[in-house]
């Protein structure tokens, strides 16, 4: 199956901070998600960007489907930022998740 | 609109009792996905259902594991014979239709501890 790998595994940012998050994968798919775990454990949607970028407030993503990679940037990062990001490509109609980055957002 | 429910949201249960989990998906949407969330594991697939059909079931891990989907909309996830392994987040998403398009929205999880 897909293989998905995310980097870095953990990022500690000083509230405001520009960050880049990164995810590959082994394979052609048809569409990828971001997600945010928060602290309760709800997975939040981010982006549904199978391929260019799309923004959102302070968060933008961008995949290059060709490359096989994704990029999530956050931007002023704030302590709401704090919690886990997953990518997830999609292959044979279900979503593949990478281990995540672990965020820290310190004030 | 409501979006994605489970229930219960925990669940202690000692090993060998069965279990069941409940989700119920967004109204309308026709494709119901389940995973589970284990620190050793991480997020990982288990089935998905495109209406009460289950295409796809090739994340189960065994066969004490088996689900359902009834009317199109509300699924029950049933692991028989529990195991201390078994413990972990039970997700359920939904999607208007198949995942290649269209996004996946999941549920807060169920927790699921085997003692």
């Known amino acids: 199956g897909i293989q998905v790998e995310q980097s870095p595994p953990d990022l500690i940012l000083q509230e405001g901070a520009n960050s880049t998050l990164r995810c590959n994968f082994s394979?052609?798919?048809?569409?990828l998600q971001w997600f945010h775990q928060n602290p309760w454990g709800q997975l939040i949607n981010l982006f549904y960007i199978p391929s260019g970028t799309k923004q959102n407030g302070r968060l933008s993503a961008t995949t290059v489907a060709t490359e096989r990679y994704s990029l999530l940037y956050i931007s002023s990062s704030q302590t709401t930022d704090s919690g886990v990001y997953f990518c997830a490509p999609e292959s044979g109609n279900k979503l593949t998740f990478g281990g995540g980055t672990r965020v820290l957002v310190k004030p | 609109g409501a979006g994605v429910s489970q229930s219960p949201s925990n669940k202690v249960t000692e090993k060998g009792k069965d279990v069941e989990l409940r989700c119920d998906p967004i109204?309308?949407?026709?494709?119901l996905y389940w995973y589970r969330q284990s620190l050793g594991q991480g997020l990982e697939f288990l089935i998905y259902?495109?209406?009460?059909?289950?295409?796809?079931k090739s994340g189960l891990p065994s066969d004490r594991f088996s689900a359902e989907r009834t009317g199109g909309s509300v699924s029950t996830l049933t692991i028989q014979r529990t195991q201390q392994e078994d413990s972990a987040v039970y997700l359920c998403?939904?999607?208007?239709?198949?995942?290649?398009?269209?996004?996946?929205?999941f549920g807060p999880g169920t927790r699921l501890t085997v003692t």
């Open positions: 109204s309308g949407h026709t494709a």
């Open positions: 259902f495109q209406g009460n059909s289950a295409p796809d």
């Open positions: 394979d052609s798919v048809n569409n």
């Open positions: 998403a939904s999607s208007v239709g198949l995942a290649s398009i269209y996004e996946q929205y």
